[in-house]
């Protein structure tokens, strides 16, 4: 059973479009993290979000966390073909709990 | 630094056989991790160690896991015997933590590819 739902599971979009990746708990942890995997690769670190209604900003990427700390999403501004992957958020209750994945695809 | 590092990148054995994975951590981390990666599962947290010492091997699924850490430069995590049902990516991660209940960052190796026919 995984503590963390991701949505969509997949998402195919044209370069310079926007998306947005949910993650959602019904458990509360003291942070939660975002990773993204590329093929053959092992998750590498975007952000980690700690406090209830934190928004944090990676250039084109922005992190939100919900105010009850169950939830964030990850949201890409005109995607290009580099941000295809995997995006995994994790949630950290003294060890990390990861959600299923969603695996954007951005089309050139 | 070169990363975490991970051998072999892939495996193919049949069933049965004994399968020996290897992890050296980033140097200077103290906690060190093992994942598996399917389809199906997403990303699993078999067990870590910290300072060299298994803390939790809560996820590891039976007994034919086990997993060790000898020095802080190496551990190991064998799967004997192995069954189809294995074939999966294995992560080895490291971090350093620095107080308990602290962020950290993981850092992954690439991972070994494991298929058991």
């Known amino acids: 059973t995984q503590l963390l739902e991701q949505s969509p599971q997949f998402l195919s979009i044209q370069e310079g479009e926007n998306l947005t990746v949910y993650c959602n708990s019904s458990?509360?942890?003291?942070?939660l993290q975002w990773y993204r995997q590329e093929p053959g690769e092992g998750p590498v670190l975007l952000v980690t979000?700690?406090?209830?209604?934190e928004v944090k900003k990676l250039k084109r990427l922005t992190f939100q966390f919900g105010d009850a700390r169950k939830d964030s999403s990850l949201h890409i501004t005109a995607a290009q073909p580099g941000d295809t992957g995997l995006y995994l958020c994790?949630?950290?209750?003294?060890?990390?709990?990861f959600g299923a994945g969603t695996t954007v695809t951005v089309r050139a | 630094d070169a990363g975490v590092i991970q051998s072999p990148r892939h495996e193919v054995t049949e069933m049965g056989q004994e399968v020996t994975l290897r992890c050296k951590p980033i140097?200077?981390?103290?906690?060190l991790f093992w994942y598996r990666q399917t389809m199906m599962r997403g990303l699993e947290l078999l067990i870590y160690?910290?300072?060299?010492?298994?803390?939790?091997d809560s996820g590891m699924p039976e007994d034919r896991f086990s997993a060790k850490m000898p020095n802080a430069s190496f551990s190991t995590l064998k799967i004997q015997p192995s069954e189809p049902r294995d074939s999966a990516v294995y992560f080895c991660?490291?971090?350093?933590?620095?107080?308990?209940?602290?962020?950290?960052?993981?850092?992954f190796g690439p991972g070994t590819r494991l298929l058991v026919l």
């Open positions: 991660a490291s971090s350093l933590l620095l107080l308990a209940g602290g962020q950290e960052t993981q850092y």
């Open positions: 994790a949630g950290d209750d003294y060890k990390l709990s």
């Open positions: 160690f910290n300072n060299n010492v298994p803390i939790d």
């Open positions: 979000v700690v406090t209830g209604g």
């Open positions: 458990s509360v942890f003291s942070s």
């Open positions: 140097s200077g981390h103290n906690s």
